[in-house]
Structure formats: structure tokens, C-alpha cells
């Protein structure tokens, strides 16, 4: 019997040691990524003290035990703080490049990042400050650590939509370096719909379009997300597990969801990871990704989300391969782009 069980146990750590091993050599794409919640803990000490600016946390051990969430908005309440002591062209390009290197290490090689300039700018930093700082560092990363990148600006849902259309006039002069405009931040009680017109304008303007959808709220933000926003992504959309027909829609049009599975589990969105969909998704043919949402705050960058979903939901390699692929194909690069990262994936698989 014991001998069984050693047996049995051998087996397992076996096994996970080559799903963990994949896992870390698999290049992969990040596509829901906040830059700002990228700011770990040391960094926000450090630009606190070089901006002066005085934190509402005297230690690292008090800033750990603060984050401490209940729901979404307890997190964004810390989050908007920390943002705070980002100031400088300079704090954006260290942020990013402090990202990238970890990007890198995890074997991202591509990455498409949002940033919420409306944080910045109510602050009265100006936005080309905020965008120079982030595109200058996406530049500089790309050459360094070999990472290619796009940029996501995302919309406060929980301001008013004519603040929006601010942000995207001050936003236009610098087009050329976004790609996609998103939605995020408190979601109930603000749905999709509130931003029908900055988001026609926006397509009009040539963006794309993404939104968080279903993170806490009900799959009918992702229907509207879809018909009234006409995302190409939608960011979390666990609600759709609870919805056949919402379900049904986005398997028949290929709509990828960008889940982030330790940022549900500290935002309680789910109880436990092992109760985490995704699995279910994939198994039903959902063109689902992984992702870290603001790593510095859930306790894990990108391969910490595989690992803890891997372990949790007993993936299998193939479940591995497939997460990586969807990662690709659900970017905003070119299909020769896409032939090409997938081309690396299946020569290491
Ligand atoms: N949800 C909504 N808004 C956010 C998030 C999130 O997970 N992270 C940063 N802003
Ligand atoms: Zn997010």
C-alpha cells in the first residue's frame, strides 16, 4: 500500500515537473497585461522616495497585508494609490522595461499591454508623458529582450464617457503607437453600453476594440461587448460559463477571452482555483488565453497563472500547447507574424 502510494506519487511529480518545464519553455503571448499593475512593491518604495512622494505604507510587510481583496474594487481602491508615484516619462520606460525583463524570463514573446491614461491624467500628468514613457520602453524592450508589442488604452468604465472622448483627443496625436482601445476598471453598474459612442469613434478612428466583460458581471456585458462595442477580445468573460447561448455565440465566432486565473482567485471571482472554467472552456472549444492582469498585485506574472491552473484543474500537455497557440492567434499580430511565433512554438513541442 505504501509502496502504492510512493509509486502513484512519483508519477504525479513527474508529471508535473514536464508540464512545469513546458510551461516555462513554451514562448506565449501576454494580452492582458495593466503596465500599472505591473509596479511591484520595491518599485513603488523606490519612485516614491525619488518623486517624494509620501506612500500610505511605511513597509513592504504593511503593502502585503493590504492586499488583501474581497472584490474588484478593493483592488483598483490600492491600485490607483500605487499608481500614484508614477510621475516621469522616466517612471512609465522603467516600469515597462521592468516588465519586459520579467517577460522574458517567462519566455513571453509577445505582449500587448494596456494603460489607463485617465489614472495619470486626472493627476495632471500630462498623457504624452504617460505614452512616451510606455512606448519608448515597448522600443527599447523590443530591442533588449527580443519581446514585440502592442499598446491597449483602456477607458475608466466607472467616469463618464465625455471624459472618454477626452482622453481620445488628447490620445489622437499619438495614434500611430496604439493599437486597441479597451474598458476596464469597476464594472457593475457600468455597462458596455455606457460607452457605445467613444467606442464608434474610436473604430472610426481605425483602432480596434476590447473590453472587460463578465469578470464580475453578468454575461449580458458580453453580449453587449460584443454587438454594441464590436470587441475583437473580450478581457476575463467568466460569466459566459453560466450562459448556454452567450457560450454558444462566442465558440461560433472564434472570440478569444483573455482569462486571468490568480487575478479571480485573489478577487474572489472564484472560490477556489480548482473550480476555475477554464478548463470547461477550452474543452468546449472557447478560444481561451492566459494571462496575469496585474501580476504584481495577485501574487504571480504568466507562468505562475499556467503552473497554478495547470496544478489546480489537472491540465494535460496538449491543454499547455494549445493555451500557448490561442495566446498567438488571438493577438493583433499579422498572419505571417502569427506563422511565425507558432512555427517557434511547434519547434520546441
Ligand atoms: N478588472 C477591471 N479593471 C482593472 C483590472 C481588472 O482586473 N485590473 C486593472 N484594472
Ligand atoms: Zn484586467
Known amino acids: 500500500m505504501i509502496e502504492n502510494k510512493n509509486y502513484y506519487d512519483t508519477i504525479i511529480f513527474m508529471r508535473n515537473k514536464n508540464i512545469h518545464n513546458l510551461i516555462e519553455k513554451i514562448p506565449k503571448a501576454e494580452l492582458h497585461l495593466h503596465i500599472e499593475g505591473s509596479l511591484e512593491s520595491d518599485m513603488m518604495f523606490n519612485l516614491a522616495k525619488r518623486n517624494k512622494i509620501q506612500l500610505k505604507f511605511k513597509t513592504i510587510d504593511e503593502i502585503k497585508k493590504a492586499y488583501e481583496f474581497n472584490n474588484l474594487q478593493e483592488f483598483l481602491d490600492i491600485y490607483y494609490e500605487g499608481a500614484g508615484v508614477l510621475i516621469t516619462e522616466e517612471d512609465f520606460y522603467d516600469l515597462t522595461l521592468a516588465y519586459l525583463k520579467r517577460a522574458q524570463e517567462q519566455n513571453i514573446v509577445h505582449v500587448e499591454i494596456f494603460f489607463d491614461p485617465q489614472t495619470h491624467t486626472k493627476r495632471a500628468i500630462p498623457f504624452k508623458t504617460v505614452i512616451t514613457g510606455i512606448r519608448n520602453g515597448l522600443v ?26 477626452e482622453t481620445l483627443e488628447e490620445a489622437l496625436p499619438f495614434k500611430e503607437w496604439i493599437t486597441a482601445v479597451g474598458l476596464d ?16 469613434k474610436s ?48 465558440i461560433k465566432i472564434k472570440m478569444p477571452l483573455t482569462l486571468c486565473p490568480l487575478s479571480n482567485l485573489k478577487l474572489k471571482v472564484v ?79
Open 271 to 349: 472560490k477556489d482555483l480548482k473550480d476555475h472554467p477554464a478548463k470547461r472552456m477550452l474543452d468546449s472549444g472557447l478560444l481561451v488565453t492566459i494571462n496575469s492582469d496585474d501580476p504584481a498585485y495577485f501574487g504571480g506574472y504568466i507562468n505562475e497563472n499556467y503552473t497554478a491552473l495547470a496544478n489546480s484543474l489537472n491540465l494535460i500537455e496538449e491543454d499547455i500547447i494549445t493555451l500557448a497557440e490561442n495566446s498567438i492567434n488571438a493577438s493583433f499580430l499579422t498572419a505571417a507574424e502569427k506563422r511565425a511565433y507558432i512555427g517557434r512554438i511547434k519547434a520546441i513541442v
Open 203 to 250: 473604430l472610426r478612428e481605425g483602432l480596434l476594440t476590447v473590453a472587460h466583460a463578465g469578470e464580475e458581471g453578468p454575461p449580458e456585458y458580453i453580449t453587449e461587448a460584443l454587438n454594441i462595442l464590436k470587441v475583437s477580445r473580450i478581457d476575463h468573460g467568466n460569466a459566459s460559463i453560466n450562459d448556454e447561448e452567450v457560450l454558444k455565440e462566442l
Open 140 to 165: 527599447d524592450g523590443e530591442k533588449k529582450y527580443k519581446i514585440s508589442s502592442k499598446i491597449i488604452m483602456s477607458f475608466l468604465r466607472h467616469l463618464e464617457e465625455r471624459d472618454a472622448f
Open 185 to 200: 476598471s469597476s464594472e457593475m453598474g457600468h455597462p458596455p453600453s455606457k460607452f457605445k459612442s467613444i467606442f464608434e
